[in-house]
């Protein structure tokens, strides 16, 4: 409130031209609806700008063929709404029943219309401040030695309208086509632009640029009607059901998988789009050549005048011409309309297609800008599941509880219970939680031991990459110790080379769960809060530092960690053993 009397105060002495709010959103997509429904339910003092006349553009126009890849599994044969949720990959969560996606369609895999209703009616119903056809199109800062950061944002629409704000949330996802160029990229055609009318393909002959989804998906509209297809990319095939990550290959775009690998006509290949170089001969085909036949050449002398690979080598993979090549490549997030003083700098390597960001989703250059959603991705990218709504709704929800510790002084919600409740806390969440099951390695319920362990608070869904900032982040303290319950795959399970399927892949005894593969709960106890230094040294691949002691329960077929000799009685026995306390009593 201080700092809100505060900026107001100074606009009306200065006669600024511009509209100060706390909290400033771009974007009404599925993320910043999230962010604003927090918000409104804090009566915190925000605003979300919309560049489009309605919530959710982006699904107005992706993807192109409609279907969505994420499930709407309308029965699980359980009322638990918590429960439910780990099956629903579509809802926002809010307090309204109506807001509940099965409600919208039918569909297993819904079609985007419905998410577009959906979002409208999210933000409708739930009266939510979104500024629609408000583009902003620059973002600075200005320096303030007053401001509890040291500056304010200024951001500017498309109509030279001013505004400022003291947090910045960015939610516009990532929206920008990947595109590459090379010699004769002008004749490709982007997935963005392309035709869906599969009779517009008939009898032609079609090479993609990228192997992910949206390649896929252009592929399956067409495969029926092409004469056939070929698909290049630099990396192998990565199918979801073998890295378990949900941004790989799903298995309902996969049918050019059959048609390559049983040998009718459409193919894939590997190679860097770079190298590559497209020549369009007189009569409109595509031929493709490789850069370096091109180097010092005119190729606007004509074909005749270009080496192709087939000149040396006669069986080349792409020696026929094609008809059309369409690029499917993905997204990128938009960095230009934020002012170097902000210093949103792109990530490396496969993740350079987001900004850089820290485990907390605050910018790693910029304190006071979180992003969310989609773009947030690179905290968990190839992971879990925070580029998606199913994940980062979670993840918007634990960036709003340390804003409201942050700037109000309310501390991280939890509850304080008896050391007698702690197994049945666990075994509840473990079996109930939908934002551990979803966001697994990533938010983590964190149970802090009171003196002498006669008691325990415990904390849901908090971001474990922060861990050793609990106490700065949350507001609460933790000097006796702590239990950090995740969920996680097994360690050498997951990946696009494995073997998902082979015979004994279960483990069913208890005595074996550490070797369990499939996402089960783990338990690590620390008898201290672990440093900073200890999270950056943790072994590769863990989501925490080595602790103290650790359980895993053992993965479950029915993901139900119910049973009494194969979870409760192992998880109460781990318990006991790093508490010094006899819990038997207590569970009967």
Known sequence: LGLALYASSLCAA?????????YCVIGAGPSGLQAAYFLQRAGRDYVVFERSHAPGSFFALYPRHRKLISINKRYTGKSNSEFNLRHDWNSLLSHDRRLLFRRYSRDFFPDANAMVRYLEDFASLLKLRVQYNTAIIHVTLERDGQAWNGHYFLLTDQDRQNYKCSSLLVATGTWVPNVVNFPGSEYVEGYETVSINPEDFAGQTVLILGRGNSAFETAEN???????????????????????????LRAINNGLLDTYQLKSLDG??????????????????????????????????????????????????????????IRCLGWKFDFSIYNRSLRMMPGKGNKKKYPQIKPSYESRS?????????????VDFRKS???????????????????????????????????????????KRVNEASGLYQMFSILADIILLRENATAFEYLE?????????????TGRKAPNGLFVV?????????????????????????????????????????????????????????????????????????TDWTAPNAHILPLRRFLENCLSTDLRSFFA
């Open 14 to 22: 200065s006669g600024a031209a511009f509209l100060y709010h706390d």
């Open 222 to 248: 067409i495969l029926g009607v092409t004469n056939f297809i070929h698909m290049v990319s630099r990396s192998r095939v990565r199918l979801s059901w073998a890295t378990h990550y949900v941004g790989d």
């Open 268 to 325: 894939l290949l590997e190679g860097d789009l770079e190298d590559l170089a497209i020549v369009k001969d007189k009569k409109g085909k595509l031929h493709i050549t490789l850069r370096f036949y091109l180097e010092n050449r005119n190729t606007s002398a004509g074909i005749d005048s270009v080496t192709l690979p087939q000149d040396e080598l006669d069986n080349f993979a792409t020696r026929a011409p094609y008809d059309r090549v």
């Open 366 to 378: 910029t304190r006071g800008l979180f992003v969310l959603g989609t773009a947030s991705h690179s």
């Open 385 to 427: 599941a925070g580029g998606f709504i199913h994940g980062f709704r979670y993840t918007t929800r634990a960036v709003h509880r340390l804003l409201e510790n942050r700037h109000h002084g309310v501390p991280w919600p939890s509850t304080v219970y008896p050391i007698t409740q702690l197994t049945n806390s666990i075994i």
């Open 461 to 473: 869904e908090y971001p474990v990459g922060v861990l050793a900032e609990l106490e700065t982040q």
């Open 486 to 558: 995740i969920m996680e795959y097994g360690r050498n399970f997951s990946g696009a080379d494995k073997d998902v399927f082979y015979y004994n892949r279960a483990v069913g005894e208890a005595q074996h769960a550490w070797q369990s593969n499939f996402l089960h709960p783990v338990i690590y106890y620390y008898k201290r809060l672990p440093t900073e230094r200890e999270m950056r040294l943790r072994p590769p691949g863990w989501p925490l530092p080595r602790p103290d002691a650790i359980h895993h329960v053992v993965e479950d077929f029915l």
